[in-house]
């Protein structure tokens, strides 16, 4: 595995469906822009830097630091025959994220675009990828589908039910429900059965300049990052959702907001159900 894949710049067939100004950057551009002037918000834009690192086999990590946030937003490409992007990102890191992803394959070869609940971070970019891979569809879970992608996706998106395997071609993608895990009606994450890798999402977000991979704790980071955000909707279902994601036998994480993580799995989830069963009482 490389962790850093030579550079090959490719012609990008990149025609935005819309004009993305500033103004119109969505959620994300509270904590990307809060504060900043004009001239600054153009260069946090122009400025960020993406990496890539293959972090299991066929399995890449788009991670792009951005310095207002403190924090890695992270898209990961899964190559199979049929490859998919898991996270579209901001709308405002699309074009970074876009040539990143083209190191790997040519973006119009995406088969399939997903992400684990409507948010800026994770659907911002959503149907500009549609509009750079004709032969994409979104898929997501049935939740999901149902309460917001079926309008806000430019093509009609495929909804998958909790535990449906999503057949790539040499990669096997299930759907698994977590409602209001982290956050959301419509969270879902995936699961890929081959390399073992669970997309864990926003769980175990940890702030800072995070390195590629780690076996170390992300326990204590998660817990502080919420008890500084507050990001999490804790709920009676929280823990058990958590020791279920547990039971699914993954060896990697990984994390939108932190480094792929290849220690122990189980107990790191365990740690995280048994903190949100302690958060709930309090
Ligand atoms: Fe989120
Ligand atoms: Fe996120």
């Not at 590629?212 to 959702?241: C, K, L, N, Q």
Request: net charge negative; aromatic share 6%; with cysteine.
């Amino acid at each position: 595995m490389n962790d850093r894949l030579p550079v090959a710049r490719v012609a990008i067939p990149y025609r935005p469906r819309c004009s993305v100004t500033l103004h119109q950057a969505g959620a994300c551009r509270g904590f990307l822009l809060r504060g900043r002037t004009r001239a600054e918000r153009g260069r946090i834009v122009s400025g960020v830097g993406t990496e890539l690192t293959e972090i299991a086999e066929d399995i890449y990590r788009i991670s792009t630091y951005v310095e207002p946030a403190d924090l890695v937003f992270n898209q990961f490409l899964i190559v199979a025959e049929q490859p998919l992007l898991w996270h579209c990102g901001h709308r405002q890191l699309f074009p970074s994220v876009l040539e990143t992803l083209a190191r790997v394959l040519p973006p119009a070869e995406l088969r399939w675009i997903s992400f684990g609940h409507v948010e800026a971070d994770e659907l911002g970019a959503m149907n500009h990828w549609l509009g750079v891979a004709g032969r994409a569809e979104v898929v997501q879970g049935s939740t999901g589908v149902l309460v917001s992608v079926n309008d806000l996706a430019d093509r009609p998106p495929r909804a998958l039910r909790d535990e449906e395997v999503l057949d790539l071609g040499g990669k096997r993608v299930r759907w698994i429900d977590t409602p209001h895990v982290p956050h959301g009606w419509d969270a879902g994450l995936i699961y890929e059965e081959t390399t073992r890798t669970l997309f864990a999402g926003d769980l175990f977000t940890m702030t800072g300049r995070v390195p590629a991979r780690t076996e170390g704790d992300i326990v204590t980071p998660a817990i502080a990052t919420e008890d500084r955000g507050g990001a999490s909707a804790v709920t009676p279902a929280s823990g058990e959702t958590l020791r279920r994601l547990a039971s699914v036998g993954a060896t990697t994480m990984a994390l939108m907001h932190g480094p792929a993580f290849s220690g122990d799995v189980l107990c790191a989830l365990g740690a995280l159900a048994d903190d949100f069963d302690r958060r709930l009482r309090s």
